[in-house]
């Protein structure tokens, strides 16, 4: 993949840098090919990740302890380190997980297909920037984690990424705005993203299994919203959903709204709607066009679905 295997990077110590950074590259390696944007911001790393991908391994090592809040929008990451007794980091698509890991060394896998990523890297110093330099008390677990200098997993198992979620991403990933007015907006994005997610390592909850679920049926209802994003287009139906899922309609409503905190139904609506906004804003659709593309048949009924959801008509957008 990279000339001679080796790919070698240098960061200032605590990503220090004295204004705003912004590098898009196009990537057209053998097994790799898309596009990457690296943004440097005093303390923080963020990448978007837009690449094809053919089924790969990169051995992967840092010297510097590695705080990395990850999004896996589209497509799918394996960490597996050297040290056998160091945990593994599984990340499958449309899930995301904060971790922290005092040493990477070790090997990441992807699979072939689309890949979309939101990947944020911070240091224990920026930390102590937005929420003071008694932060390990205030974070607990976490906090004992960075202090003991051993891994920290927000979740055990990877979660998937909610709707809110999605438009936190959403709102960092296509920021336009001019660097001046773009490294601000970025700064306070990224501190409340984070400060929301940091809020929740001290609920008990989150050291246990997310889910109260087995795990064929876990799998099952991801499977579920596998098909769901794929075919938005369609006419879905709880009852077909149920049979992809092998189990009956009730049990898949339950466990779905377990997982994603809300309806099969709602879910579908704002996806579509989501899709419907990138139509319209990034490729300049028409209402109607937009509507089309998400599975509507009538662009009035689009235009009434979008305005509960967001508050405002989508030719608000045009």
Aim: charge should be positive; glycine fraction near 4%.
């Amino acid at each position: 993949m990279f000339e001679n295997n080796v790919l070698v990077k240098r960061f200032e110590k605590d990503f220090k840098t004295s204004g705003f950074i912004e590098q898009k590259k196009q990537i057209d390696y053998a097994l790799v090919k898309g596009t990457l944007i690296e943004i440097s911001i005093n303390g923080l790393r963020i990448l978007i990740r837009n690449v094809k991908t053919e089924d790969y391994s990169v051995d992967v090592q840092h010297d510097f302890p590695f705080f990395k809040l990850q999004f896996e929008i589209e497509g799918s990451s394996f960490y597996e380190p050297l040290d056998k007794c160091q945990p593994k980091v599984y990340i499958p698509n449309a899930h995301y997980n904060l971790f922290y890991l005092p040493k990477v060394q070790g090997t990441l896998t992807y699979k072939k297909g689309h890949r979309k990523t939101l990947e944020i890297l911070f240091t224990e110093n920026y930390l102590k920037d937005i929420i003071g330099e008694n932060f390990n008390e205030i974070l607990h677990r976490f906090g004992t984690a960075i202090s003991r200098k051993t891994p920290f997993f927000m979740w055990d198992k990877s979660q998937p990424i909610t709707n809110d979620l999605q438009n936190h991403i959403n709102e960092i990933v296509f920021c336009n705005y001019h660097k001046d007015l773009k490294k601000p907006y970025l700064e306070a994005k990224i501190k409340e993203l984070l400060i929301l997610l940091l809020a929740q390592t001290n609920d008990n909850i989150n050291t246990d299994t997310p889910f109260n679920l087995p795990e064929t049926d876990y799998n099952a209802i991801l499977k579920v919203e596998r098909y769901i994003n794929t075919h938005l287009k369609d006419t879905l139906t709880i009852p077909e959903l149920a049979i992809i899922a092998g189990m009956n309609t009730t049990k898949l409503k339950q466990g779905f709204k377990l997982i994603f905190s809300t309806t099969i139904f709602k879910y579908i609506s704002c996806l579509r709607m989501e899709q419907a906004k990138k139509q319209i804003v990034e490729k300049k659709c028409t209402v109607a066009e937009a509507a089309y593309h998400v599975g509507y048949k009538h662009p009035q009924h689009f235009t009434v679905a979008f305005k509960k959801i967001y508050g405002y008509l989508p030719s608000d957008l045009t």
